[in-house]
């Protein structure tokens, strides 16, 4: 049973589209991370978020948190090549290793 | 400030042979934990040791083992390869363990033919 779905699977948007990708899940998290992964090599963290609601911002990407710390958001504005990759969402509940989704791997195309 | 280590990056190998995978965390980081990635599973947990004491362990067979060494290197080893083990195998080091910020290796990926 994976604990963490992400959706879509995979995506493929023009460049300067807008786009969000889903983790959701039944469990309660004390914290979610999200991750980008390029080909080749290892996931490199965007962002934590820790509080029910809360909404972060790190350029033209926005990640969300649900109120009820269950479910996040990642939404991409104005796409551009440079952010193709696998994205990935993982979940912590405290003392226990952190539990990622399966991804979503992402295309721009020029 | 270097990043996590991780040797050899490629590696090819026989049903029922052995491997050892090496990996050197961020200076300081005790905490190492290493995952398995495969295209149909995603990235599953494999184990995490801090401090040379395994803290948790993932649901995989006993082939899979580990350990870590007083300066936070830390190795996997997996004894009577079979097919189902071609991944990437990822370790992620973070300065506290369980669930806190981790800071992957580029990977090591295993092909068993």
């Known amino acids: 049973t994976q604990l963490l779905e992400q959706s879509p699977q995979f995506l493929s948007i023009q460049e300067g589209e807008n786009l969000t990708v889903y983790c959701n899940s039944s469990?309660?998290?004390?914290?979610l991370q999200w991750y980008r992964q390029e080909p080749g090599e290892g996931p490199v963290l965007l962002v934590t978020?820790?509080?029910?609601?809360e909404v972060k911002k790190l350029k033209r990407l926005t990640f969300q948190f649900g109120d009820a710390r269950k479910d996040s958001s990642l939404h991409i504005t104005a796409a551009q090549p440079g952010d193709t990759g696998l994205y990935l969402c993982?979940?912590?509940?405290?003392?226990?290793?952190?539990?990622f989704g399966k991804g979503t791997r992402l295309s721009v195309i020029a | 400030k270097a990043g996590v280590t991780q040797t050899p990056r490629y590696l090819i190998k026989t049903r029922g042979q052995q491997v050892t995978l090496s990996c050197s965390p961020i200076?300081?980081?005790?905490?190492v934990s290493w995952y398995q990635q495969t295209p149909g599973q995603g990235l599953q947990f494999l184990f995490e040791?801090?401090?040379?004491?395994?803290?948790n362990k993932g649901n995989f067979p006993g082939r899979f083992s580990g350990r870590q060494f007083s300066n936070s290197r830390s190795e996997m080893n997996v004894s009577t390869l079979e097919l189902g083990d071609s991944a990437l195998y990822l370790c992620?080091?973070?300065?506290?363990?369980?669930?806190?910020?981790?800071?992957f290796g580029q990977g090591t990926r295993l092909t068993v033919v």
């Open positions: 469990s309660v998290f004390s914290s």
């Open positions: 978020v820790v509080t029910g609601g």
């Open positions: 200076s300081g980081h005790r905490s």
């Open positions: 992620a080091s973070s300065s506290i363990p369980a669930g806190g910020r981790a800071f």
């Open positions: 040791y801090f401090s040379e004491t395994q803290r």
């Open positions: 993982a979940g912590s509940q405290g003392n226990t290793p952190l539990v």
